[in-house]
């Protein structure tokens, strides 16, 4: 892309193409650091200041309470996701930081579903819960508000079966994940 | 004890023995220790400047520079210097005073969120919310500001908590709690070997030196591994001085305005060793043409320096004072034959007789800017400690002056501030008083920061201001001649100020001198004045800076 300096015109269709990197596979970050305040705004900033779009965020206490574990999950090309991470290691208040594998990691995500049930879909919607291994938390006379843990895949399963129905609001805490077997996160 | 007289305390525990800035309303208990707390104090006419001024002390000692400044305006004030001192790596503690505790957020008087501000442009900071933090603070801001690769630190202080009286015990104030905070020292001695092993092979092997090298304090282990080898030296622009500018091996700065024997030669190279330097877009050129038959070994401090922008193929993290010495031992150790330079070395030597560096001398008596950094370099011997602002005259000092040692040679490099000449010119002087300080200035830049003129004279801070005074802001009428159809567009300065009268009025020496035979004598007077003296040396005009890499070329296509 052409110099600062120079006169030539650059054509908007070459500046979208060359910005165009968020096209790898999703990643899963699991970020320690120290649980002190303004930490979650240097390891956003530093994500916002690459052009990485956060996919989910998770952050809360560990076995540690000194220590707090963010959950981040994006889109991006290998390289960058790299950069990003060595980045991170920079900041002073974060400890480790692992791109979590996807065939050795388990990660889970809840979700709360309000969907609007008359009499009939009503039935429909607590059996498509219980196939989904969902909980019915709340109901009212027009709506049905399922709990439901799982995969992020899981989730947007259940969320694509049940728009039919009126999906009145979604909220979804963004994954969390764990190292399988012995090894540490 | 009060916590700002702890806090002096800490500052002389570190070491230091003068700091920049300006008082204000949220840091008036600051000042208040600093009265009488044995540390020197130079008010400075401006934030900027004190920010640049510290930056100026740390870069031409190798210790950290401090600059304090109020909340609000005196704090957003410092951003530029901070910003500056990230992407030059200059160890620099910014201490800045804030609202109270119950005005936090609350847009009070005076209250800018400095934190915030500063955060994507600064290695780390701290915002007191107990006021027994602050002595471990200080001493953590110190350790974060010169470990590691170095940068800026800032400490932001409530005025509430900075007046509270707080138990202070100096050696639990001095222990260092950062459990995220690691940094790579020793680099990894089978990496190193490989490195001699690759410097061994290579028939076309150049080191290309960054300031990472003068911030290591590793100038005498690059010259006894480039000696030891034989091998030819290039430096960035922050590099210079980290090898003799007179070496028979020093082959000239490389990037956009260097020689044409350094950018042929990273061209050519087929082992590029890259010691504290971070393949630059300056240096680059055009990415996908830069050094295309080169393997590289990246030595740095930053392991986010390793493969940003270019990929190593032997990347070795960690401290170039440590790493030099093993590298230069281990090739030694192989006893490599140099015959296998020796076409390597024709070659450097026919670009260097075929492109030395060339301008057109003086017509009717008119002073070429080249001609007067020659001047500046005869009339010193070299002996002096130069500043710069940025554009032309930057890169015409950079070519012409040749710098022997580390920290002689101060600009601002990454940010490419203008103004930085002359208030880092006075934190060098004030760091190393017995040595001669010239900024080199541009007319263009100079009147950004012309305010610190009487920072000089109010604390007797002997600097000489030079100007290259072309009356445009030259770099930018060189590129809009070259590659904007000359269409000059808000480059032309006039003639205003009369630099004399204004150097008189802030209690200075002013002088003028505008033909080419004149130039040396000034100097030498100015020079022997005692204090402040600016020269305002009136250069050719439109005087263009060559060579020149054009803007998205490779190298191999440099111009003039």
Known sequence: MGEPGTKEVLRLEDLEAAGNIHTGRKHVLSVLVENKPGVLTRVAGLFARRGFNIGTLAVGPTEDESISRITITLDGASHPIDQVTKQLHKLVNVIKIRDLEPEETIAREMALFKISADGVSRAEIMQLADIFRGRIIDVSSRTVTVELTGTADKIEGFESMVRQFGLVEMVRTGEIAIARGRSQT | ?560
């Open chain 2, 1 to 560: 004890m009060r916590a700002v007289d702890a806090m002096m305390e800490c500052l002389k525990a570190e070491g230091v023995d003068a700091v920049f800035g300006i008082p204000g309303g949220a840091n008036l208990p600051t000042y208040d220790a600093l009265y009488d707390a044995g540390i020197r104090s130079i008010l400075c006419r401006h934030e900027q400047g004190a920010g640049h001024a510290a930056e100026g002390y740390a870069k031409a000692s190798g210790r950290v520079g401090v600059a304090l400044a109020t909340s609000g305006p005196g704090a957003t004030n410092l951003v530029t210097p901070i910003a500056d001192a990230m992407l030059d790596s200059v160890p620099t503690v910014f201490i800045t005073g804030q609202v109270r505790t119950d005005l936090l957020g609350t847009d009070g008087f005076q209250e800018a969120d400095v934190m915030g501000i500063t955060m994507p442009v600064i290695k780390h900071s701290f915002q007191v919310l107990d006021p027994r933090e602050i002595p471990h603070m200080i001493h953590e801001a110190f350790h974060v500001a010169r470990s590691g690769r170095p940068g800026p630190v800032l400490v932001d202080i409530p005025q509430d908590l900075s007046r509270a009286d707080i138990p202070y015990d100096p050696s639990e104030a001095q222990k260092v709690d950062l459990p995220g905070y690691k940094n790579f020292a020793e680099g990894n001695a089978k990496q190193i070997r490989i490195a001699a092993k690759a410097l061994a092979n290579a028939r076309r092997p150049i080191l290309y030196v960054g300031g990472g090298v003068v911030n290591g304090n590793a100038a005498e282990e690059l010259t006894e591994l480039a000696v030891a080898g034989g091998f030819p030296v290039t430096c960035t622009l922050m590099g210079l001085g980290a090898f003799p500018g007179t070496h028979e091996q020093w082959v000239g700065m490389l990037g956009m305005h260097g020689t044409r024997t350094a950018n042929y030669a990273m061209d050519n190279a087929d082992l590029i060793v890259a010691i504290g330097a971070r393949f630059d877009d300056r240096i680059t050129g055009k990415m996908s043409e830069f050094a295309p038959r080169a393997k590289f070994v990246h030595i740095d401090i930053d392991p986010a320096e390793i493969s940003k922008n270019v990929p190593a193929h032997i990347p070795i993290v960690g401290d170039t004072k440590l790493i030099l010495p093993k590298l230069t031992a281990e090739y030694r150790a192989l006893e490599a034959d140099r015959a296998r330079m020796d076409e390597w070395w024709q070659q450097l030597r026919r670009w260097q007789e075929e492109w030395p560096l060339k301008f057109e001398g003086p017509k009717d008596g008119d002073i070429p800017p080249q001609r007067m950094i020659q001047a500046l370099y005869s009339v010193t011997g070299g002996e002096a400690i130069l500043t710069s602002d940025v554009g032309q005259h930057q890169m015409w000092t950079a070519q012409h002056f040749h710098f022997t040692k580390p920290r002689r040679w101060i600009n601002s490099g990454g940010l490419g501030t203008m103004g930085f000449g002359l208030p880092s010119a006075i934190g060098a002087k004030v760091a190393q008083p017995d040595e001669l300080v010239v900024c080199v200035a541009g007319d263009g830049s100079l009147v950004m920061t012309c305010q610190e003129l009487a920072t000089a004279v109010e604390h007797d801070v002997d600097v000489k201001v030079f100007i290259m005074n072309n009356g445009y802001l030259g770099m930018v009428r060189q590129w809009q001649e070259l590659f904007w159809d000359k269409r000059y567009s808000s480059v032309d300065m006039g003639s205003s100020p009369d630099w004399v009268k204004l150097a008189e009025a802030f209690g200075a020496r002013g002088m003028r001198v505008d033909q080419d035979a004149d130039v040396e004598d000034a100097m030498r007077e100015a020079i022997g004045h005692e204090g402040p003296v600016v020269l305002d040396v009136r250069v050719r005009k439109e005087e263009n800076c060559y060579p020149m890499i054009p803007a998205g070329a490779a190298a191999r296509d440099m111009v003039g």
